[in-house]
């Protein structure tokens, strides 16, 4: 199993910024895709931004040019950099990972417990 862990969010000013912190561990050896998602009340979890295996980063085109997804292999970390929030920002943000179960050979996404992210004046 993968246990993954946020951290980071809080409240921001409108053109503030953030920076998420995603800690794995357990079976950290199975991941092979890494991203941020985030779910608004009301709304459906949508994708932010994704790190494939063997990959480059990947981005929805409402935070382009504003986050930076980034990963640290050596202390199993997945980061997200926010930079120019916006309110329409303001939702929970999840971390997830991608792996195979070793004992299933069959794929699995971890979700974090997420953090709250709140963007207002």
């Known amino acids: 199993q993968v246990q993954l862990v946020e951290s980071g969010g809080g409240l ?5 910024s953030l ?3 995603c800690v794995a561990s357990g079976r950290v050896d199975s991941i ?5 998602y985030r779910q608004a009340p009301g709304q ?15 981005y929805k085109d409402s935070v382009k040019g504003r986050f930076t997804i980034s990963r640290d292999a050596a202390k199993n970390t997945v980061d997200l950099q926010m930079n120019s929030l916006k309110p ?8 997830s990972a991608e792996g195979i179960n070793p004992a299933t050979s069959s794929p699995k ?6 953090t709250q992210v709140t ?3």
């Open 12 to 16: 921001v000013q409108p053109g503030g």
């Open 19 to 21: 920076r998420l912190s």
């Open 32 to 36: 092979y895709g890494v991203g941020w």
């Open 44 to 58: 459906q979890r949508e994708w932010v931004a994704l790190i494939p295996q063997g990959g480059g980063p990947e």
């Open 88 to 95: 329409e920002d303001t939702a929970v943000y999840y971390c």
């Open 109 to 114: 996404q971890y979700w974090g417990q997420g």
């Open 119 to 121: 963007v207002s004046s």
